[in-house]
């Protein structure tokens, strides 16, 4: 016997559902209805009857729920480096289960349970017609050995309801089984697409290590097949025993037993159809198991390899700008060609799979309807058996193999399910990680709460690591009044963007706390603004819905940041993320910070596309349009000090960067209120001296 694979430690009690709520908000966190962790070891997932094909997940009293992640699974450690290998992949198939078995709980679809007993009726039914049919091929035959016409007549009258019957019960089937296949794709899609777009997620992923690349392609294909096939799988499995037991008895009651005769001495074999239908079906199973045993690793190496494929092309259309700039098409198409190579050479590993278990089903298929009636021949010949019982033998034989033949044909099919499960689980286990860090398990997590007092912003203790908990920036101490303009400066590479980041709730990895002044919107932006497919109005609309604002209010923003140009377009659809420069992309950025009218904006290197000229402008525009705003920039022009009340200087510091210098832009009375953690001790140190 193995080795335990794997032990487990707690992972901490979950808390209860949270009430969450969709508010019309100016700020990019406000943009979609949060989930939050619950209790239940099911995903709480309500159905819904709506236009969406997308089963929300609630909870029973309708607040949006996610499933807890798991406990934490570490390899023994006494496991052999292949043995942890193959525990790893054993626990991906379970914790696939953990999380898509919940579609058939309590909390799952409601409809889960009656198109699963549905489907399951309907096999029977299937079966019954099948055995129904068998009969009819006895009852035909015999009477066609009799030349009994009356009959022959009777029974074909009986064949068409059989017939029509059978038909029927085969789409009434397909109906149920693809209903199935549907919205269990929906439910466990809505789910995984709930948690990956939970607190930044999907951003998270790129900053840690694990096994979850291109997990658009996972979502939309892994998880497609991952549904799809056990449903199959089921339904298949099921009918295939029903199919064999069914036909088992009736080969065990037709054959009877065979008496041969060997040495002079004679030997009675019992139901010899049945144990001749069972080492057939051992034969040919056991030949395909044998063949196709690398069936898994090849499909898993396919679908990765189709999924980086897919990675570069998107790439290449996503930068196509850039790369034609700097004539990288030679580059790119070396990229892309091996890349595809790679695919090709997978296909050709699957491809010879293919044709060795084609080889062994192919051929089981030729054979089986030859051998019973060769098993059956001396019994008819001896007058024994009627031709009506031979055929029925023969029609039985066949049934029963393909029953046990089933894994023969699906074997291939089963190998792919159990890679791309594997490819979904690995996604949600890369996001359990996260969401036990949200938990404030491994590594410190920056908590987010409420300022006290009449500060808007407040960093209080704040450290901000990687996700390995290498130091960025030290801890700091920062109180920012409402209005205030904050300008934060550095070397490249001191940890500023990681810093705004951190405030803005993007960067999770630290300590101490991030504090928002209570039912205070924030608004960041980044460098490179994101541009939606769609109307102009979408794209200068965003994070917020198109009808929002007018198409005057637009007009008039647009205006504003000197893209007056634009104004006749604004309904129309263009792939304005590829027309649009990138200084016009930043411009139209700033439009839409006008339109949302935050409390706090967060701006990250937001003008570095414009010339001096233009950031001035926007600067000016952003000033009096926003006059109340508190404002937090990152930036390395001088020019920027001009907006800015306050500015703190970072430096790169052994342990990470510190904050080193906070000077007053604008002279002001009272006591300071930016204060850094490094300055105050050093003042202090001075005093003692």
């Known amino acids: 016997m193995g080795k335990v694979a794997t032990k487990s430690r707690s992972a901490g009690k979950r808390s209860s559902a949270k ?42 009293n309708g607040d949006h729920v996610e499933p807890p992640p798991p406990e934490i699974l570490e390899p023994d450690p006494e496991l052999s480096p292949e043995e942890a290998e193959q525990a790893r992949k054993e626990y991906l198939l379970t914790r696939f289960w953990i999380s898509a078995r919940g579609y058939w709980g309590k909390s799952g679809d409601r409809l889960a349970w009656l198109f699963t007993v549905g ?97 658009e392609y996972r979502i939309a294909e892994d998880l497609r097949i991952a549904t799809d096939s056990p449903v199959d799988f089921v339904a298949g499995v099921t009918s295939a025993l029903l199919s064999a037991i069914t ?38 199973s056991g030949s395909i198991m044998a063949i196709g045993r690398s069936f898994v690793q090849i499909s898993e190496d396919k679908n990765q390899a189709e999924a980086e494929l897919r990675y570069t092309l998107t790439r290449v259309r ?21 890349t ?4 090709l050479r997978q296909w050709a590993r699957l491809a010879g799979q293919h044709m060795r278990t084609t080889l062994v089903s192919q051929g089981s298929n030729l054979i089986a309807p030859v051998v019973p009636l060769l098993l059956c021949a001396p019994k008819f010949l001896d007058g024994s058996m009627s031709l009506g019982q031979v055929m029925q033998a023969a029609s039985a034989f066949t049934i029963v193999q393909n029953a046990f033949g089933w ?71 920062v109180a920012i009044a409402p209005g205030e303009r904050l300008l934060v400066a550095g070397e490249s590479g001191t940890g500023k963007s990681t810093l705004v980041r951190a405030i803005a709730g993007l960067w999770p990895w630290g300590g101490g706390s991030v504090s928002l002044h209570a039912d205070r919107r924030l608004f960041m932006l980044p460098q490179k603004p994101y541009v939606p497919s769609g109307t102009l109005r979408r794209a200068v609309a965003y994070p917020g819905a198109a009808d929002d604002w007018s198409v005057e209010e637009i007009g008039e923003a647009l205006q504003k940041v000197g893209l ?34 935050p409390d706090i904006v967060v701006l990250d290197e937001a003008t570095s596309a414009l010339d001096e000229k233009s950031q001035d402008r926007m600067m000016q525009t952003v000033t009096k349009e926003l006059p109340r705003a508190t404002i937090v920039s990152v930036g390395h022009r001088a020019e920027l000090e001009a907006f800015h009340s306050r500015k703190i200087v970072l430096e790169r510091r052994k342990g990470g960067a510190k904050l080193v210098s906070d000077i007053d832009l604008i002279p002001r009375k009272g006591k300071r209120r930016l204060l850094g953690r490094f300055l105050r001790q050093r003042r202090t140190s001075a005093k003692a001296a």
């Open 318 to 338: 996503e930068n196509g700008e850039s790369i034609a700039l700097l004539g990288g098409e030679a580059e790119e198409r070396e990229g892309i060609d091996r």
């Open 19 to 60: 009430k969450s709520s969709r508010k019309k908000s100016s700020s990019a966190e406000d943009a979609e209805a949060k989930p939050t962790a619950s209790d239940a070891k099911d995903p709480a997932v309500e159905a819904t009857d709506d236009k969406s094909e997308l089963v929300d997940v609630t909870a029973e």
């Open 340 to 343: 595809f190579s790679n695919v």
């Open 564 to 597: 007056e140009h634009l104004k006749e377009k604004i309904e129309e659809e263009a792939p304005w993320d590829q027309t649009l420069s990138g200084g016009e992309k930043q411009r139209l950025a700033f439009a839409r910070l006008l339109l949302h009218n």
């Open 247 to 284: 036909f088992i008895i009736v080969l065990w009651t037709i054959g009877g037993a065979l008496t041969v005769t060997l040495g002079g001495s004679s030997v009675t074999i019992p139901g010899f159809l049945v144990i001749a239908a069972v080492i057939y079906a051992a034969i040919a």
């Open 119 to 215: 489907l399951l009726l309907l096999i029977v039914g299937n079966v019954a017609v099948q055995y129904g049919i068998n009969v009819w091929n006895r009852a035909i035959f015999d009477a066609i050995e009799k030349r009994d016409s009356a009959v022959v007549y009777h029974l074909t009258a009986i064949f068409f309801p059989l017939a029509i019957g059978s038909v029927l019960l085969g789409v009434a089937q397909v109906f149920a089984r693809m209903g199935i296949q549907r919205r269990w794709r929906a439910w466990l899609t809505n789910a995984v697409v709930s948690r990956w777009l939970t607190n930044g997620r999907y951003y998270q992923l790129n900053l840690v290590d694990g096994d979850h690349k291109n997990p």
């Open 407 to 477: 894994l023969v044909d699906n074997y291939p099919r089963l190998a792919d399910w159990n890679a791309c499960a594997r490819r979904i689980a690995s996604l949600m286990m890369s996001l359990d990680g996260l969401e036990r860090a949200e938990d404030g398990d491994g590594f410190g997590r920056i908590k987010r709460g409420e300022t006290e007092g009449e500060a808007m912003l407040s960093l209080n203790d704040l450290s901000v690591t990687l996700d390995d908990g290498t130091a960025v920036v030290g801890e700091t101490e």
